[in-house]
């Protein structure tokens, strides 16, 4: 008896002390869950009942600095599913064929999708309206669209390369929405919403709407208007000519704004992924290259602020200098005999400008190219800006300083030396280079604001305004003809560099031809840069190829500006600089033309002698004089009738045959030609006072396919 009470004594205390051991693992394991691991098993149960739909915010507009829509954000559906909700369903297979059907997508990769053990899946982003509305009417297990929006672009390919590109994720990619995301981008929101373990919605439960914060507004600097005459005059060039690049700037230079930039090849945002890459690249920022003549804008800048020369000192040409022992040339080895430092500007005379750089020395020369902008970024809003290439300073030599100060050797990029000539246009003073004036949240407040800012005076006041008359003279009588306007006064450089070889030295055959200059001369108001990157056919040069797009662009613009017209102006408001202007070449001219082309640069006309045609004027075309002067024609001897007297060889460079012997008709001289296509060389050489009835050996080249 006793020692069956002893087993069973026994037996109780093993069955409490199992009982106890098991109570206590309970309690542990309660221990754990709820403290040790609570956190994060409530965090997973919520994501389990929480279902949470992102909200995008809605992208900021884009406008033109006269409020016009040049980016905007629309709505397009976006369809999503929740895994779990379709796998509760067991349709996983068919709700994935009637979506492949639908969004033309593959159906076992949807399978696959749709199956994830994730809490949300996206099915496709921004979908056409009727392919949302065909989804919706399916009320598909699992699958729902929420809104969301993307950026359009009204206007197409006008400005793309400013504005860039925005991707699906809401989130600026390339330009101006690139630069500004954070602004623009907004806060995207999102919905949550609890579900039971049956996957249905709780209507009591957790709803929460955190709502998006839609991005803040772009006014830029860009004008519409502007922008349109600068992409249509660079689409005439890239159809003519055929070039591998082309672009434009058009800037304000009192304010540093950027009124029109344009590349091409183009692209249009709204359908980016048409194009190849290469067309989104924005040749005006990210491409350096030599800028040729343009650049002897700066060296004649540098020149007179240190007073090495003034208008009239002499220069002598014979078609070449030696530096050292290399040898350079004017373009043909064309001598261009004695001239002023006017007429080497003019003439875009290489071994003048050579004789200015070595007389600058190389310290002197460097600090102006880096006070101008050279050799480092402008700061320019917009991603991707190149600082150029400058030669070493430490190992530069007399011949690189020959080199640069003709426009060689350096790269620069377009929105460098724009800013480089438009600081000669304002006074000498650099403004920063902007393409915003103003970021505005959506209740209309002003959040950021670039004003116009001065970043150095870089020549004095007097040097500018001396340049500006120059430049103004080789517009009238220099290699810029072409960009000569009927009624403004207009200032410029002519540029044509060869190529840099992939394999060092330069190109035979490709060359980039470019003009830059500024209007009205007296008081600049456009600063416009054209650049066009191996243009096919000949002539190639920067005054054939882009001096007229530049003609065209600011002409059209000053109109659109309402500028008024020069010739009928009364002086009124413009500065003192309005008091000279330059002579204009009237020799060879009707006497009609020759006082109308005076008149309209509001000087006086005395014409002396008999005859129709101009054969001399007093003062020379070029020359500065005071508004109001007098110039002095005389008239030719020369007798149609009898076909005696003396003429005056005109330039033919660059004419047809056939104009080249209309010319000489009407003087009474006779043509030999040589070849086809474009003059290019003559004997005698323009200038020159032969006979009536003598003959002229003129040279022509083919233009070229």
């Given at each position: 008896m006793q ?21 206590f ?10 403290f040790v ?6 965090e ?8 949470d739909?992102?909200?995008?915010s809605?992208r ?17 559906d ?7 909700e379709?796998m509760?369903?067991g ?5 994935a064929?009637k ?10 990769a949807l ?6 053990p ?9 979908v ?7 989804i919706?009417d399916?009320?598909?297990p699992?699958?729902?669209?929420t809104?969301e929006?993307?950026r359009?672009?009204?206007?197409g390919?006008?400005?793309s390369?400013?504005l860039?590109?925005?991707?699906m ?8 929405d ?12 999102r919905i949550?919403?609890?579900?039971d ?8 439960a957790t ?9 803040a507004?772009l006014?830029?600097?860009i ?8 992409e249509?005059?660079?689409?005439k060039v890239?159809k003519?000519r ?6 434009a700037?058009?800037m304000?230079?009192s304010?540093g704004e950027?009124?029109?930039l ?8 709204n359908?980016?992924g048409?194009y ?22 700066t060296t004649?800048?540098?020149a ?7 208008e ?6 014979p078609?070449?200098i030696k ?5 350079i ?5 064309r ?5 002023t430092?006017s007429?080497i500007v ?9 004789e200015v750089g ?8 460097f600090?102006y ?5 050279f050799?480092?970024k ?13 030669v070493n ?6 011949i690189?300083?020959?080199t640069?100060?003709?426009g ?8 460098q ?13 650099k403004?920063q ?5 103003q970021?505005?949240n959506?209740q209309?407040?002003?959040?950021q ?5 001065v ?15 120059i430049l103004e003279?080789e ?5 810029g003809?072409n ?7 207009c200032?410029?450089?002519?540029g044509?560099a060869?190529k840099?070889a992939p ?13 830059v200059?500024?209007?009205?001369a007296h008081d ?8 066009v ?6 002539p190639?040069?920067g005054?054939?190829?882009a001096a ?10 000053l ?8 010739e009928?102006?009364?002086?009124e408001g413009?500065?003192e600089?309005?008091e000279?202007?330059?002579?204009p ?9 020759a ?6 640069r509001?000087?006086q006309v005395?014409v002396?002698?008999d005859?129709?045609?101009?054969w ?8 500065k ?6 110039v002095?024609?005389?008239?030719s001897?020369?007798?149609?009738e ?5 003429v005056?060889v005109?330039?033919?460079q660059g004419k047809s ?8 008709a ?5 043509l030999?030609?040589e070849g ?7 004997t005698p050489e ?11 050996r003129?040279?022509?080249?083919p233009i070229?396919?």
């Amino acid at each position: 008896m006793q020692t069956s009470n002893l087993i069973v004594r026994k037996r109780i205390i093993t069955l409490f002390l199992l009982f106890a051991v098991g109570f206590f693992a309970l309690g542990f394991r309660i221990f754990w869950v709820q403290f040790v691991r609570g956190d994060e098993l409530s965090e997973k149960a919520m994501q389990n009942r929480m279902r949470d739909v992102p909200v995008e915010s809605k992208r900021g507009i884009i406008y033109d600095r006269n409020g016009k829509e040049l980016a905007i954000s629309i709505s397009a559906d976006s369809i999503y599913a929740i895994p779990a909700e379709v796998m509760a369903s067991g349709q996983e297979k068919v709700v994935a064929q009637k979506l492949a059907e639908v969004l033309d997508m593959d159906q076992q990769a949807l399978l696959e999708r749709i199956s994830k053990p994730s809490s949300f899946e996206w099915i496709k982003r921004q979908v056409e309206p009727e392919k949302s509305a065909a989804i919706r009417d399916m009320d598909l297990p699992g699958i729902d669209m929420t809104e969301e929006s993307r950026r359009y672009y009204p206007q197409g390919t006008l400005a793309s390369h400013v504005l860039g590109i925005a991707g699906m994720d809401n989130t600026g990619l390339e330009g101006i929405d690139f630069y500004y995301n954070e602004l623009v981008g907004g806060t995207p929101g999102r919905i949550v919403i609890e579900h039971d373990a049956a996957n249905r919605p709780i209507p009591e439960a957790t709803h929460k709407y955190i709502a998006p914060v839609d991005g803040a507004n772009l006014i830029l600097t860009i004008d519409e208007t502007i922008q349109y005459i600068t992409e249509r005059e660079l689409d005439k060039v890239f159809k003519e000519r055929e070039p591998k690049a082309a672009a434009a700037i058009v800037m304000d230079p009192s304010t540093g704004e950027i009124l029109a930039l344009a590349n091409r090849p183009a692209f249009d945002p709204n359908n980016y992924g048409d194009y190849p890459d290469a067309n989104r690249r924005n040749w005006c920022i990210n491409d350096a290259y030599e800028p040729g003549s343009t650049m002897k804008i700066t060296t004649a800048a540098m020149a007179l602020e240190e007073k090495i020369v003034n208008e009239n000192t002499k220069f002598y040409c014979p078609g070449y200098i030696k530096v050292g022992k290399e040898t350079i040339g004017c373009p043909d080895r064309r001598a261009h005999g004695d001239q002023t430092f006017s007429g080497i500007v003019e003439n875009s005379c290489n071994v003048g400008f050579v004789e200015v750089g070595l007389e600058l020395g190389l310290s002197r020369y460097f600090n102006y190219v880096e006070k101008f902008g050279f050799g480092k970024k402008t700061g320019i809003d917009l991603p991707g800006e190149a600082s150029g290439i400058l030669v070493n300073k430490k190992n530069a030599k007399q011949i690189d300083l020959g080199t640069m100060a003709m426009g060689q050797a350096n790269a620069v990029t377009a929105i460098q030396l724009a800013s480089a000539v438009a600081t000669v246009a304002n006074n000498g003073q650099k403004m920063q280079p902007h393409l915003v004036k103003q970021v505005i949240n959506r209740q209309g407040e002003i959040i950021q604001e670039n004003k116009p800012t001065v970043l150095e005076q870089v020549i004095s006041e007097d040097s500018a305004d001396r340049l500006c008359l120059i430049l103004e003279s080789e517009v009238v009588n220099g290699t810029g003809k072409n960009a000569y306007i009927e009624g403004y006064r207009c200032a410029g450089k002519t540029g044509t560099a060869q190529k840099i070889a992939p394999t060092g030295g330069y190109m035979a055959n490709e060359f980039v031809a470019s003009f830059v200059g500024f209007a009205p001369a007296h008081d600049p108001r456009l600063v416009c840069l054209v650049v066009v990157d191996a243009p096919k056919g000949y002539p190639y040069y920067g005054g054939w190829v882009a001096a007229p797009a530049f003609r065209e662009i600011i002409k059209d613009s000053l109109r659109y500006l309402e500028e008024p017209i020069y010739e009928n102006g009364d002086g009124e408001g413009h500065s003192e600089k309005q008091e000279q202007v330059v002579t204009p070449d009237v020799v060879n001219l009707p006497l009609s033309e020759a006082i109308s082309a005076i008149g309209q640069r509001m000087l006086q006309v005395k014409v002396e002698g008999d005859g129709e045609i101009v054969w001399q004027q007093t003062p020379v075309a070029g020359s500065k004089i005071n508004k109001g002067s007098q110039v002095i024609i005389h008239m030719s001897p020369y007798d149609q009738e009898s076909n005696q007297g003396e003429v005056t060889v005109p330039d033919l460079q660059g004419k047809s045959m056939k104009e080249v012997a209309s010319i000489l008709a009407k003087l009474g001289l006779h043509l030999i030609p040589e070849g086809y296509g474009l003059a290019y060389e003559q004997t005698p050489e323009a200038g020159k006072v032969i006979s009536a009835g003598s003959s002229l050996r003129v040279k022509f080249q083919p233009i070229g396919e």
